[in-house]
């Protein structure tokens, strides 16, 4: 089995290294600092198993481990962790997985050997005890039978069409598979509601115009884009740029 090690920390990496060298039956096939090394190795080698820390600066593992399960053929996932016992029980009640630092040989082969691959249910039902509630830092999408980590820090809206939502940065789009009202519900502290089809990033709004058939549209920097706001939103936009500019 060809092992995927992820950990910002090098000696943690040279060690489970080491450990998983010294076990008949396993390679290490690569090793990542962050979650978005991870997730393109994982693309590219393969692995059947990823052993992915969870506290790592950026893209933490929970959110890597999300990302990957979107793979065609998804690796197996091993958590590793510094966390205490009593903070992981949550992990016990949905039967992922876990090593707890400093990992012991005897116990990397047992999980490696029962190594199962996450559905989304299962990762959607992790919570770690004692740790705030987390949004994505990444949209992942598909592009060309690929996955692309877009990140949320350089989108400036969602647009909402029938099945599918358009993502739009300020030199591409794309579709994404998601709803707008859970993206809403996940981004609501950085995007805005305009119109019952469109979220927009607050840090991009820049002002409002009329268009030609005197709607009220909103104009967003870096992008020609200008999108409808709706009566019902109108009032909310205006007062949230109108704060916008003044503490910019």
């Not at 290490?28 to 059947?48: F, H, I, T, Y």
């Not at 929970?62 to 510094?82: C, D, G, Q, W, Y």
Request: hydrophobic content about 40%.
């Amino acid at each position: 089995m060809n092992i995927l090690i992820v950990d910002d920390e090098p000696l943690a990496r040279q060690r489970l290294i080491g450990l998983v060298q010294e076990l008949n039956g396993f390679d290490v096939c690569g090793n990542a600092s962050n979650g978005k090394d991870a997730l393109r190795l994982a693309q590219e080698l393969k692995p059947d198993v990823v052993l992915l820390d969870i506290r790592m600066p950026g893209m933490d593992g929970i959110e890597t481990a999300h990302h990957m399960n979107r793979l065609s053929k998804p690796p197996a996932i091993v958590f590793t962790t510094a966390f205490s016992e009593h903070a992981l029980t949550a992990f016990e009640t949905h039967a992922v997985d876990y090593l707890l630092k400093p990992i012991k040989q005897e116990r990397l082969a047992e999980a490696l050997r029962a190594a199962a691959r996450l559905t989304k249910p299962q990762l959607e039902q992790i919570k770690l005890i004692d740790e705030e509630p987390k949004v994505r830092t990444h949209i992942c999408v598909k592009t060309r039978g690929n996955l692309e980590l877009v990140p949320i820090e350089t989108i400036r809206y969602f647009l909402a069409d029938h099945k599918y939502v358009t993502l739009r940065t300020d030199d591409h789009e794309c579709l994404i598979e998601e709803s707008l009202k859970s993206l809403e519900s996940e981004f609501s502290h950085l995007f805005t509601r305009i119109h019952r089809n469109a979220l927009i990033a607050d840090r991009f709004m820049t002002g409002l115009e009329k268009n030609n058939e005197g709607h009220c549209v909103i104009t967003i920097e870096g992008i020609d884009d200008r999108l409808e706001i709706s009566r019902r939103h109108l009032p909310h936009v205006r007062k949230k740029i109108k704060n916008l500019v003044t503490y910019k």
